[in-house]
């Protein structure tokens, strides 16, 4: 079982920076491959982007390529992703949400992963 609890969200205007932050509990999380996903208002949830359990394979959704870098720190203790976002737009203001796949590479969908935490508010004004 993987708990997540994300953070980092909030305000910024258009062209800033945020950094989220998403903290697992379970000693399998160096395991899983995880990735963010986002949620506007009256959209569908969204892919952003995975990262794969060793950190040898990242991906990304057009959309945020080349502004937003998704990283991991399996160190013991650590157990946390983090989404870096840059040049941040208006049309990127969502709800965040932070997911945990089984062992199995990456997938974009939201329906393979298994664990997902409660989400964090990313509002960029104009």
């Known amino acids: 079982q993987v708990q997540l609890v994300e953070s980092g969200g909030g305000l910024v205007q258009a062209g800033g920076s945020l950094r989220l932050s998403c903290a697992a509990s379970?000693?399998?999380?160096?395991?899983?491959?995880m990735a963010w996903f986002r949620q506007a208002p009256g959209k569908e949830r969204e892919f952003v982007a995975a990262?794969?359990?060793?950190?040898?394979?990242?991906?990304?959704a057009d959309s945020v390529k080349g502004r937003f870098t998704i990283f991991r720190d399996n160190a013991s203790g650590k157990n946390t992703v983090f989404l870096q976002m840059n040049s941040l737009k208006p049309e990127d203001t969502a709800v965040y949400y932070c997911?945990?796949?089984?062992?199995?590479?990456?997938?974009?969908?939201?329906?393979?992963?298994?664990?997902w935490g409660q989400g964090t508010q990313v509002t960029v004004s104009s």
């Open positions: 997911a945990a796949r089984r062992p199995g590479g990456i997938g974009t969908m939201s329906n393979e992963y298994d664990f």
């Open positions: 379970g000693r399998a999380f160096s395991t899983y491959a």
């Open positions: 990262i794969t359990w060793m950190a040898t394979m990242t991906y990304y």
